[in-house]
């Protein structure tokens, strides 16, 4: 695998040799004094050109850079905005860039406040870049209905999962369990809970990635337990536990916000699911 250096070394001769190039930015992981990149941390580049259109026609100029393992989208096209065009980009030795190009011309003094480093600058464009104070994906502290909705939304979502189980469809319980309740939910309540232990001044990475570095053990391992495979007993068990760990830290972020808070809805949801349980196997 090629390392760092090299790969940036090799960014910023492309660069240099095309004249439509304007400027690269690496920003992301490795651009951020408060990460450890590893090896498998993607190159994240920012590309300005003059023309976007020989980028959209082709990605021949992608074979400066190695043999291609697989790449998204699988023809270049525009992602999120027409004037910027996506190409993720693995190659077979291991190495991923990420490439954002761009027509655009103006950079923000704060456009890259989550670190950046310029690989290439032909015309000075980034001289009016700030020093990034990398608190760009810091948890936000909610709103009071903001909140009050996660709590509502959790709970409504939560009586999916014992009414499947109790059909044995296990699919659909396994997608309100892991996908409603904890990515959709959960996680969100999880953050909220880090950034009032924190005072509103941490990342916890993209989808809860670095949880464990600011829960608590006893919460870290109760979110842990929260996690079951195919089986419809342990999916009983993590689904009781995922409810207790959200009731409880719920009820803890509440307090540390000042904003009311009845643990009534979720005992009520709760009893309903221990109802359901009791008659776990009657429609299966």
């Not at 232990?197 to 941490?202: A, G």
Request: hydrophobic share 35%; proline share 4%.
């Amino acid at each position: 695998m090629r390392s760092e250096t090299e790969v940036l070394t090799q960014v910023d001769a492309w660069a240099q040799g095309d004249a439509c190039v304007r400027a690269v930015i690496l920003n992301g992981s490795r651009a951020d004094s408060k990460t450890q990149p590893d090896f498998l941390s993607d190159y994240d580049l920012v590309v300005y050109v003059t023309n976007l259109r020989p980028f959209q026609e082709s990605d021949s100029w992608l074979q400066g850079f190695g043999s291609i393992l697989v790449r998204w989208p699988m023809a270049p096209r525009s992602t999120f905005d027409s004037n910027w065009l996506t190409r993720l980009v693995l190659f077979e030795d291991d190495v991923r860039i990420d490439f954002q190009i761009t027509e655009a011309r103006d950079i923000g003094p704060s456009e890259f406040d989550n670190g950046y480093r310029v690989i290439t600058d032909k015309d000075g464009m980034t001289r009016s870049l700030n020093a990034p104070t990398f608190t760009e994906f810091n948890i936000k502290k909610p709103l009071k209905d903001e909140f009050e909705d996660l709590v509502n939304e959790f709970w409504w979502d939560a009586i999916y999962v014992p009414k499947q189980l109790c059909r044995n469809e296990l699919p659909f319980a396994k997608y309100m369990l892991d996908n409603a309740l904890r990515h959709t939910h959960l996680h969100r309540m999880i953050e909220w809970y880090i950034g009032s232990q924190h005072d509103w001044s941490v990342n916890p990475g993209c989808h809860g990635k670095w949880f464990s570095r600011y829960l608590d053990t006893e919460t870290w391992t109760a979110y842990k337990n929260s996690y079951a495979g195919f089986e419809i007993e342990k999916n009983w068990r993590a689904f009781f536990q995922l409810a207790k760990l959200f009731g409880r830290l719920a009820a803890e972020t509440a307090e540390h916000l000042g904003y009311p808070y009845t643990e009534d809805l979720g005992k009520k949801v709760t009893e309903y699911a221990a109802r359901l349980r009791q008659t776990d196997g009657e429609l299966r």
